[in-house]
């Protein structure tokens, strides 16, 4: 099969957008929401709350949770874009003082993909004639100047996702008979994170049963540890 210089351009212009990965980290972030929250409410529920106390614990949980996780997440990603603009000037400098030289640099990086040194140099010339800057970014970095992360977005998709997940724990505790509400909160939240671990573990490609028993895991380990010591505060 031939391989064209627009063929090659379009498989490496696929950006970082709303991917794999992305999903993956969204299902990460609403597990977090799940357990966190649950496991405030299973301490309250276990200590004797009534519903009223309960929804104030959840609601608090889903507010300070989102705001924390959305600020940590922002802050980490404003790292990540610093370090992505320094590379970027860089290479703007770097194709400023010398540019033949690093087109024979992107030449060379085809002719390492196997591309034949005719195909390669069409290629580099297609793309540098297009957006020489991104090219080199590409090539060398695996990100186009297109791809510079956005400090903001990621920051409220990580808060939007916490806070869907920590809905499910609320919606558990008014959903639930007054009697059984413990048990109810945990049977909905396993269900719920059995769900997340799949979705994560197919964005992922990664083992389905290991995922959801380590959530499984960790979520209702949570939930029984914090009912237990609700249960020991209020004796």
């Known amino acids: 099969m031939r391989v064209t210089a627009g063929d090659t351009f379009r498989s490496w212009s696929v950006r970082r957008g709303f991917d794999r990965e992305r999903v993956r980290a969204m299902t990460v972030d609403a597990n977090d929401g799940i357990i966190a929250t649950a496991g405030i409410v299973e301490g309250f ?3 004797g709350a009534t519903l009223t106390t309960l929804i104030i614990a959840a609601v608090s949980a889903m507010i300070a949770g989102t705001i924390a996780l959305a600020g940590a997440k922002y802050a980490e990603a404003a ?3 610093d370090a992505e603009l320094a590379l970027m000037e860089e290479e703007r400098r770097q194709l400023a003082l010398s540019p033949a030289e690093e087109f024979d640099e992107l030449v060379e990086h085809y002719r390492g993909r196997g591309l034949t ?9 297609e793309l540098t004639a297009r957006d020489a800057l991104s090219a ?4 060398e970095h695996g990100w186009s100047e ?5 400090p ?14 920590s809905g499910v724990p609320l919606a558990a505790i008014l959903v639930a008979p007054e009697d059984a509400r413990a048990i109810w909160t945990i049977v909905i939240v396993a269900l719920a994170l059995v769900v997340t671990s799949v979705v994560a573990a197919r964005s992922g490609r990664v083992s ?3 995922t959801v028993g380590r959530s499984l895991a960790i979520g209702v380990g949570t939930m029984l540890l914090t ?3 609700g249960y020991l505060i209020a004796f």
């Not at 080199?136 to 090539?139: D, G, I, M």
């Not at 297109?146 to 956005?150: E, L, R, S």
């Not at 977005?153 to 869907?164: D, H, K, R």
Request: no cysteine; net charge positive; charged share 20%.
């Open 152 to 165: 903001g977005t990621v920051a409220v998709i990580a808060g939007i996702s916490f806070a869907i997940g």
């Open 208 to 210: 389905v049963a290991r």
């Open 79 to 81: 790292g990540d874009r």
């Open 45 to 47: 529920s276990g200590a």
């Open 146 to 150: 297109a791809d510079i992360t956005k």
């Open 227 to 229: 009912l237990g010591a």
């Open 136 to 139: 080199h970014l590409r090539a």
């Open 117 to 125: 040194p005719e195909l390669a140099r069409q290629v580099a010339g």
